[in-house]
Protein backbone atom coordinates (compact mmCIF):
# COMPACT_ATOMS: atom_id res chain seq x y z
CA UNK A 1 0.00 0.00 0.00
CA UNK A 2 1.28 4.03 -0.97
CA UNK A 3 2.85 5.65 1.85
CA UNK A 4 2.95 9.59 3.01
CA UNK A 5 6.14 10.01 4.45
CA UNK A 6 7.78 6.72 6.00
CA UNK A 7 4.86 5.30 7.50
CA UNK A 8 2.66 3.11 5.60
CA UNK A 9 -1.45 4.26 5.32
CA UNK A 10 -2.37 1.39 7.45
CA UNK A 11 -0.18 2.23 10.35
CA UNK A 12 -1.43 5.81 9.98
CA UNK A 13 -3.98 7.06 12.89
CA UNK A 14 -6.09 10.06 11.46
CA UNK A 15 -9.07 11.90 14.37
CA UNK A 16 -12.11 13.29 12.66
CA UNK A 17 -14.73 16.07 14.68
CA UNK A 18 -17.90 15.89 14.17
CA UNK A 19 -17.90 12.21 12.23
CA UNK A 20 -21.76 11.29 13.02
CA UNK A 21 -22.84 12.57 9.73
CA UNK A 22 -22.44 14.75 6.70
CA UNK A 23 -18.95 15.96 5.64
CA UNK A 24 -17.34 14.25 8.95
CA UNK A 25 -18.83 11.00 8.89
CA UNK A 26 -17.94 11.16 4.72
CA UNK A 27 -14.20 12.13 5.21
CA UNK A 28 -14.42 9.33 8.12
CA UNK A 29 -15.43 7.05 5.66
CA UNK A 30 -13.03 7.77 2.89
CA UNK A 31 -10.13 7.62 5.23
CA UNK A 32 -11.05 4.21 6.81
CA UNK A 33 -10.95 2.70 3.30
CA UNK A 34 -7.29 3.54 2.89
CA UNK A 35 -6.86 1.23 6.07
CA UNK A 36 -5.35 3.21 8.85
CA UNK A 37 -7.53 3.43 11.87
CA UNK A 38 -9.74 6.57 12.08
CA UNK A 39 -11.48 7.87 15.59
CA UNK A 40 -14.83 9.37 15.20
CA UNK A 41 -14.68 12.32 17.16
CA UNK A 42 -18.75 12.36 18.41
CA UNK A 43 -20.81 14.26 20.98
CA UNK A 44 -23.63 11.45 20.79
CA UNK A 45 -22.72 8.78 21.70
CA UNK A 46 -25.66 7.09 19.62
CA UNK A 47 -25.37 8.66 16.30
CA UNK A 48 -21.76 7.90 16.71
CA UNK A 49 -21.96 4.33 17.32
CA UNK A 50 -24.16 4.27 14.23
CA UNK A 51 -21.76 6.19 12.26
CA UNK A 52 -19.18 3.78 13.41
CA UNK A 53 -20.95 0.88 12.17
CA UNK A 54 -21.83 2.26 9.08
CA UNK A 55 -18.24 3.24 8.26
CA UNK A 56 -16.73 -0.27 9.51
CA UNK A 57 -19.46 -1.88 6.94
CA UNK A 58 -18.71 -0.02 4.13
CA UNK A 59 -15.25 0.23 4.25
CA UNK A 60 -14.60 -3.28 5.87
CA UNK A 61 -11.83 -1.77 8.37
CA UNK A 62 -12.27 -2.93 11.48
CA UNK A 63 -9.90 0.07 12.94
CA UNK A 64 -12.78 2.51 13.32
CA UNK A 65 -13.10 3.27 16.64
CA UNK A 66 -15.48 6.35 18.55
CA UNK A 67 -14.85 8.40 21.38
CA UNK A 68 -17.18 11.22 22.85
CA UNK A 69 -16.51 14.77 23.11
CA UNK A 70 -18.94 17.77 23.45
CA UNK A 71 -17.14 20.94 21.76
CA UNK A 72 -19.07 22.93 23.38
CA UNK A 73 -17.41 22.29 26.56
CA UNK A 74 -13.94 23.43 27.15
CA UNK A 75 -13.48 20.32 30.44
CA UNK A 76 -15.01 17.53 27.99
CA UNK A 77 -11.94 18.83 25.56
CA UNK A 78 -9.66 18.60 27.85
CA UNK A 79 -10.66 14.90 28.97
CA UNK A 80 -10.91 13.69 25.60
CA UNK A 81 -7.50 14.78 25.01
CA UNK A 82 -6.03 13.39 28.07
CA UNK A 83 -8.29 9.80 27.32
CA UNK A 84 -6.73 10.20 23.23
CA UNK A 85 -3.11 10.44 24.76
CA UNK A 86 -3.51 7.89 26.67
CA UNK A 87 -5.16 5.45 24.09
CA UNK A 88 -2.52 6.43 21.47
CA UNK A 89 0.46 6.76 20.62
CA UNK A 90 0.68 8.77 17.22
CA UNK A 91 -1.76 11.33 15.27
CA UNK A 92 -1.31 11.83 12.08
CA UNK A 93 -4.13 14.08 11.07
CA UNK A 94 -6.64 15.93 12.81
CA UNK A 95 -9.81 16.98 11.20
CA UNK A 96 -11.67 19.61 13.20
CA UNK A 97 -14.70 19.34 11.29
CA UNK A 98 -17.53 19.78 14.16
CA UNK A 99 -19.73 22.76 13.11
CA UNK A 100 -23.15 24.33 14.59
CA UNK A 101 -25.54 26.88 13.60
CA UNK A 102 -27.90 28.90 15.36
CA UNK A 103 -30.54 31.72 14.12
CA UNK A 104 -30.45 32.45 17.61
CA UNK A 105 -27.62 33.69 20.40
CA UNK A 106 -27.06 30.29 22.53
CA UNK A 107 -24.19 30.01 25.11
CA UNK A 108 -22.00 27.09 26.33
CA UNK A 109 -21.07 26.08 29.85
CA UNK A 110 -18.21 28.08 29.45
CA UNK A 111 -20.35 31.41 28.55
CA UNK A 112 -19.08 31.53 25.13
CA UNK A 113 -21.03 32.33 22.49
CA UNK A 114 -21.98 28.42 20.76
CA UNK A 115 -21.35 29.08 17.40
CA UNK A 116 -17.91 30.64 18.06
CA UNK A 117 -16.77 27.70 21.03
CA UNK A 118 -17.77 24.85 18.43
CA UNK A 119 -17.10 25.77 15.16
CA UNK A 120 -13.81 27.29 16.04
CA UNK A 121 -12.51 27.89 19.75
CA UNK A 122 -12.88 24.14 19.95
CA UNK A 123 -10.59 23.24 17.16
CA UNK A 124 -8.31 25.53 18.52
CA UNK A 125 -7.88 23.97 22.10
CA UNK A 126 -8.48 20.51 20.46
CA UNK A 127 -4.94 21.55 18.15
CA UNK A 128 -2.80 22.74 21.26
CA UNK A 129 -3.54 19.32 23.39
CA UNK A 130 -2.81 17.22 20.75
CA UNK A 131 0.25 19.05 19.64
CA UNK A 132 2.52 17.19 21.20
CA UNK A 133 1.29 13.80 19.76
CA UNK A 134 1.22 15.53 16.57
CA UNK A 135 4.92 16.52 16.65
CA UNK A 136 6.15 13.32 17.57
CA UNK A 137 3.83 11.49 14.72
CA UNK A 138 5.89 13.69 12.16
CA UNK A 139 5.15 14.29 9.15
CA UNK A 140 1.38 15.10 10.30
CA UNK A 141 -1.47 17.58 9.70
CA UNK A 142 -3.86 19.54 10.77
CA UNK A 143 -7.05 20.29 8.61
CA UNK A 144 -9.73 22.92 9.60
CA UNK A 145 -12.95 22.26 7.79
CA UNK A 146 -13.94 25.87 6.96
CA UNK A 147 -16.09 27.65 4.78
CA UNK A 148 -16.92 30.05 1.69
CA UNK A 149 -19.03 32.12 4.29
CA UNK A 150 -15.88 33.59 5.80
CA UNK A 151 -16.10 35.88 2.68
CA UNK A 152 -17.88 39.11 3.90
CA UNK A 153 -17.17 38.64 7.76
CA UNK A 154 -14.87 40.39 10.11
CA UNK A 155 -13.64 39.90 13.63
CA UNK A 156 -15.42 42.12 16.07
CA UNK A 157 -13.08 42.14 18.81
CA UNK A 158 -15.05 44.90 21.24
CA UNK A 159 -18.01 41.94 20.59
CA UNK A 160 -16.36 39.01 19.81
CA UNK A 161 -19.08 36.90 21.73
CA UNK A 162 -22.26 38.64 20.41
CA UNK A 163 -23.54 40.27 23.54
CA UNK A 164 -24.40 43.19 21.93
CA UNK A 165 -25.47 42.39 18.92
CA UNK A 166 -26.18 38.77 17.37
CA UNK A 167 -27.10 37.93 13.96
CA UNK A 168 -26.40 33.85 13.64
CA UNK A 169 -25.62 33.97 10.06
CA UNK A 170 -22.78 36.65 10.90
CA UNK A 171 -22.20 34.99 14.22
CA UNK A 172 -21.12 31.78 11.71
CA UNK A 173 -19.14 32.97 9.16
CA UNK A 174 -16.85 35.13 12.02
CA UNK A 175 -16.50 31.54 13.11
CA UNK A 176 -15.10 30.46 10.33
CA UNK A 177 -13.30 33.72 9.27
CA UNK A 178 -11.32 32.53 12.62
CA UNK A 179 -10.74 28.79 11.71
CA UNK A 180 -9.05 30.64 8.61
CA UNK A 181 -7.18 33.22 10.55
CA UNK A 182 -6.23 30.40 12.98
CA UNK A 183 -5.07 28.16 10.39
CA UNK A 184 -2.91 30.87 8.92
CA UNK A 185 -1.28 31.81 12.65
CA UNK A 186 -0.75 28.43 13.59
CA UNK A 187 1.14 27.47 10.49
CA UNK A 188 3.33 30.24 11.05
CA UNK A 189 3.90 29.50 14.68
CA UNK A 190 4.49 25.57 13.49
CA UNK A 191 6.95 26.14 10.24
CA UNK A 192 9.88 23.51 10.33
CA UNK A 193 8.06 21.04 13.01
CA UNK A 194 6.72 18.48 10.59
CA UNK A 195 2.92 20.05 11.19
CA UNK A 196 1.31 21.32 8.22
CA UNK A 197 -2.16 23.16 8.96
CA UNK A 198 -4.43 24.00 6.58
CA UNK A 199 -8.12 25.11 5.36
CA UNK A 200 -10.50 23.58 3.45
CA UNK A 201 -14.00 24.84 2.32
CA UNK A 202 -15.70 21.43 0.88
CA UNK A 203 -18.27 23.19 -1.19
CA UNK A 204 -22.37 23.85 -0.96
CA UNK A 205 -22.96 20.63 0.91
CA UNK A 206 -26.25 18.96 2.12
CA UNK A 207 -25.72 17.93 5.32
CA UNK A 208 -27.52 18.61 8.48
CA UNK A 209 -25.72 21.52 9.77
CA UNK A 210 -29.19 24.32 10.37
CA UNK A 211 -31.06 21.96 8.85
CA UNK A 212 -33.50 22.80 11.91
CA UNK A 213 -33.29 26.80 11.92
CA UNK A 214 -33.61 27.41 8.21
CA UNK A 215 -36.57 28.59 6.26
CA UNK A 216 -38.89 25.76 3.84
CA UNK A 217 -37.63 27.67 0.83
CA UNK A 218 -34.04 26.75 1.86
CA UNK A 219 -34.74 23.38 2.97
CA UNK A 220 -36.33 22.86 -0.68
CA UNK A 221 -32.98 24.71 -2.14
CA UNK A 222 -30.75 22.07 -0.17
CA UNK A 223 -31.83 19.44 -2.35
CA UNK A 224 -29.89 20.75 -5.09
CA UNK A 225 -26.47 21.17 -3.33
CA UNK A 226 -23.97 18.98 -3.71
CA UNK A 227 -23.34 15.49 -1.58
CA UNK A 228 -21.33 15.08 1.75
CA UNK A 229 -19.24 12.40 -0.48
CA UNK A 230 -17.97 15.54 -2.92
CA UNK A 231 -17.67 17.36 0.26
CA UNK A 232 -14.90 15.16 1.64
CA UNK A 233 -12.82 15.01 -1.30
CA UNK A 234 -10.89 17.97 -0.74
CA UNK A 235 -10.40 17.01 3.42
CA UNK A 236 -9.28 13.29 2.71
CA UNK A 237 -6.82 14.83 0.18
CA UNK A 238 -5.61 17.44 2.75
CA UNK A 239 -4.61 14.27 4.92
CA UNK A 240 -3.86 12.04 2.53
CA UNK A 241 -2.15 13.35 -0.63
CA UNK A 242 1.54 13.62 -0.51
CA UNK A 243 1.33 16.18 -3.42
CA UNK A 244 0.43 18.74 -0.41
CA UNK A 245 2.78 17.01 1.94
CA UNK A 246 5.20 20.69 2.38
CA UNK A 247 1.64 22.92 2.08
CA UNK A 248 1.10 25.15 4.92
CA UNK A 249 -1.37 27.85 6.06
CA UNK A 250 -3.45 27.40 2.64
CA UNK A 251 -6.67 27.82 1.86
CA UNK A 252 -8.02 24.86 -0.25
CA UNK A 253 -11.18 24.71 -2.76
CA UNK A 254 -11.68 21.31 -4.89
CA UNK A 255 -7.94 20.07 -4.08
CA UNK A 256 -6.82 23.76 -4.83
CA UNK A 257 -5.30 26.71 -3.16
CA UNK A 258 -7.08 29.38 -3.53
CA UNK A 259 -6.97 32.61 -1.67
CA UNK A 260 -9.17 33.22 1.20
CA UNK A 261 -10.77 36.57 1.71
CA UNK A 262 -8.47 39.84 2.66
CA UNK A 263 -9.54 39.60 5.94
CA UNK A 264 -8.26 35.89 6.36
CA UNK A 265 -4.67 37.22 5.16
CA UNK A 266 -4.14 40.08 7.75
CA UNK A 267 -1.34 38.89 10.04
CA UNK A 268 -2.13 41.41 12.62
CA UNK A 269 -6.05 40.27 13.21
CA UNK A 270 -4.27 36.32 12.95
CA UNK A 271 -1.69 36.89 15.38
CA UNK A 272 -4.49 39.27 17.64
CA UNK A 273 -7.17 36.33 17.62
CA UNK A 274 -4.70 33.99 18.57
CA UNK A 275 -3.98 35.61 21.79
CA UNK A 276 -7.52 36.45 22.49
CA UNK A 277 -7.91 32.29 21.73
CA UNK A 278 -5.62 31.14 24.30
CA UNK A 279 -6.85 33.43 26.95
CA UNK A 280 -10.72 32.29 25.99
CA UNK A 281 -9.24 28.67 25.54
CA UNK A 282 -7.47 28.63 29.40
CA UNK A 283 -4.21 27.81 27.47
CA UNK A 284 -0.45 29.40 29.31
CA UNK A 285 0.59 31.88 26.55
CA UNK A 286 4.17 30.59 27.53
CA UNK A 287 3.30 26.64 26.34
CA UNK A 288 2.22 27.63 23.02
CA UNK A 289 4.32 28.18 19.82
CA UNK A 290 5.48 31.53 19.58
Not at 173 to 188: C, G, N
Not at 213 to 231: C, D, L
Request: proline share 4%; with cysteine; hydrophobic share 40%.
Amino acid sequence: MAAIGTTPLEDRVWLVTGASSGIGKATALGLARLGGTVVLACRDATRGEAAQHEIVRDSKNPKVTLMIVDLASQASIVSFAEEFTQDYRRLDALVNNAGVFTRERMTTPDGLELQFAVNYLGGFLLSHLLLDLLLASTPSRIVNVSSSAHKGATINFDDLQGERKYAGYKAYSQSKLAQILFTVEYARRLAGTGVTVNAVHPGVIKTNLASDETPKIFRFVRMFFKSPAKGAETPIFLVASPTVANLSGQYFVQRHVKAPSPQAQDPAVARRLYDVSVKLAGLESGGTPS
